[in-house]
């Protein structure tokens, strides 16, 4: 029998269009019968925050990062011709009028064709988040658990 | 007989020195015999638009996106250090003076070298791009074209 | 014997946070027994400057992109949330505090860790850089010496 290919995406990025490209590669990936692998870390784990604000216990610090980074996917700006939320916004609406789906929709279809989703812990530690405030289903991981999918990875990609 | 190596590259990015980047990989890849492929998806679609404006029809939004977003690839700005548009004429005037190629010659040698070049059809969707305002000698594709490839690489990147 | 496997990671961004990423994989690599190389190109090359003004006969041009740039690893900015130089004091106080090493403790242990470092020679002498302006250490070569490393690498990336 032959062995499954195996597709890892670090999501180091913040950007909705970065996230979106992860995404929809991943799903592909899935698709064609590639174990897939998102590891999300630094301003990528934005992605997988929930979009309602959470009861956590937090330093001042961590708070202030908290309340300045995007909840969840859907309110993350755009890599380019962000034009202060009006990009998203206007990108968005010519999504809808395409029928191409929106992040959110992208991470639940990833979640339902089973791509392993790995949240940094070194990340979350530094940033201050914590389980509750992101979404379910998640695995939590550094950067050996990383190394151990990408050293036997055929596509191998850092968005 | 030895099989050739693929590089596969996805061009995200509608930077000026992140293309350069890009094609200066590809180039040298293309130069050491391999199968390369460029997937430009997103702004990166911006380094293979013509730089004459084309009359083609198209919806307020989609000609709202072409005005924005900049005609080919010596109209992009560059990743840092932009200032405006100053960067990259500081950029190509030191690049002029180190005899180094500009994209459009980078992209042109590419294309002598066979370099497939491939323009990804959900973006051109979605930004409403059509045919004829991209270069001549493209391929189109989406996702499954660039996992095809992909999938037997040696060099993958994402850019 | 089986051969070691090779981590191979393009440094092309000038933020603080994205190399950080860039030397902790390298880091991991190395540890669990891979042959690592990052070359340093673009943006990426500040990343290995020394933190002090060396004497050395420039160009205009290049005496203004020296100055402009970063000076070494702790004086570049982040990809998100850099609020005019506010953000990596903050990620700095926040590492601090979760004994998380700073970008030159990393880089210092990547040498020890004989990670191989190449500055890429094109870019310094389009930005004007010489050798005594950059650490110690690092090997010099362009995208040939990139693409040798590459094709037999199982871990590629472009940060």
Redesign the interface.
């Known amino acids: 029998m032959e062995e499954r ?1 195996k ?1 890892n995406i ?1 999501l ?3 950007d909705y ?2 996230a979106m ?1 992860a995404f ?2 991943a ?3 899935a698709a ?1 019968d ?1 174990d897939v692998t998102i590891f999300a ?3 990528g784990l934005n992605a997988f925050r929930k979009d309602e604000k959470m009861n956590v216990e937090k ?1 001042k ?2 708070k ?2 908290g309340k ?2 995007p909840r969840g996917a859907e309110n993350m700006g755009l ?3 962000n034009f202060a939320g009006m990009g998203p916004k ?2 968005k ?3 809808k ?2 029928q ?1 789906m929106p992040l959110s929709d992208l991470i639940e279809m990833a979640q339902e064709q089973e791509v392993n989703m790995v949240a940094c812990t ?1 990340t979350m ?4 988040l914590q389980k509750e405030e992101l979404i379910d289903g998640l695995e939590y991981g550094g ?2 658990a ?2 151990a999918e ?10």
Request: net charge negative.
């Open positions: 290919k597709t670090i180091f990025s913040g269009d970065k490209a929809i590669i799903n592909g990936a064609y590639h870390t630094f301003w330093g610090m961590e202030m990062f300045m980074m890599s380019n011709m206007m990108i609406k010519v999504m009028k395409h191409a070194m530690d530094l940033l201050g950067v050996a990383y190394l990408a050293e036997d990875g055929q596509v191998n990609l850092f968005i």
